[in-house]
């Protein structure tokens, strides 16, 4: 009964996510870019201050991997995913720079990520996502 009453919670938790509006370096229930989904997460869940970065809404179009440049500071790459872990993805196929990420929230597929249209729930493993995983995290604790 235990270990159902705690998914219960978790799923109640990140609902409470779900539908939040885009926006560009948002970090709060006003607002989220998919980074900042991540900050308001790990704020809510663990009450971690993530340390943050300036980027251009299409970075990645210009070549620039802040990924690279400052993922390292907040996370570790990890080979087996965990709920809470983030799975980042390379969404423009032309630079294959890491540009986008989710939330890996509930087994065995499903995370929340930050759309144009909020935030919503889904399976990484649909055919436009599944194909273009980079590679698992795992917040550093602080």
Not at 1 to 18: A, C, H, Q
Not at 43 to 49: Q, S
Not at 86 to 115: Q, R, S, W, Y
């Amino acid at each position: 009964m235990g270990f159902l009453l705690f998914l219960l919670v978790i799923n109640m938790f990140y609902e409470k996510f779900l539908g939040i509006p885009y926006r560009h370096h948002g970090r709060d229930f006003n607002g989220v870019d998919c980074l900042g989904l991540l900050f308001l997460y790990q704020k809510e869940l663990f009450d971690r201050d993530l340390p943050d970065w300036y980027y251009e809404e299409d970075w990645s179009k210009n070549g620039k991997d802040y990924i690279a440049e400052n993922y390292e500071r907040i996370a570790e790459k990890v080979t087996t995913l965990e709920v809470h872990d983030v799975v980042m993805f390379t969404l423009n196929l032309c630079t294959c720079i890491p540009n986008h990420l989710g939330i890996f929230v509930e087994k065995p597929d499903k995370i929340i990520k930050a759309t144009k249209s909020g935030v919503i729930l889904c399976s990484m493993n649909t055919p436009v996502l599944k194909n273009r995983i980079e590679g698992f995290y795992r917040v550093c604790p602080s």
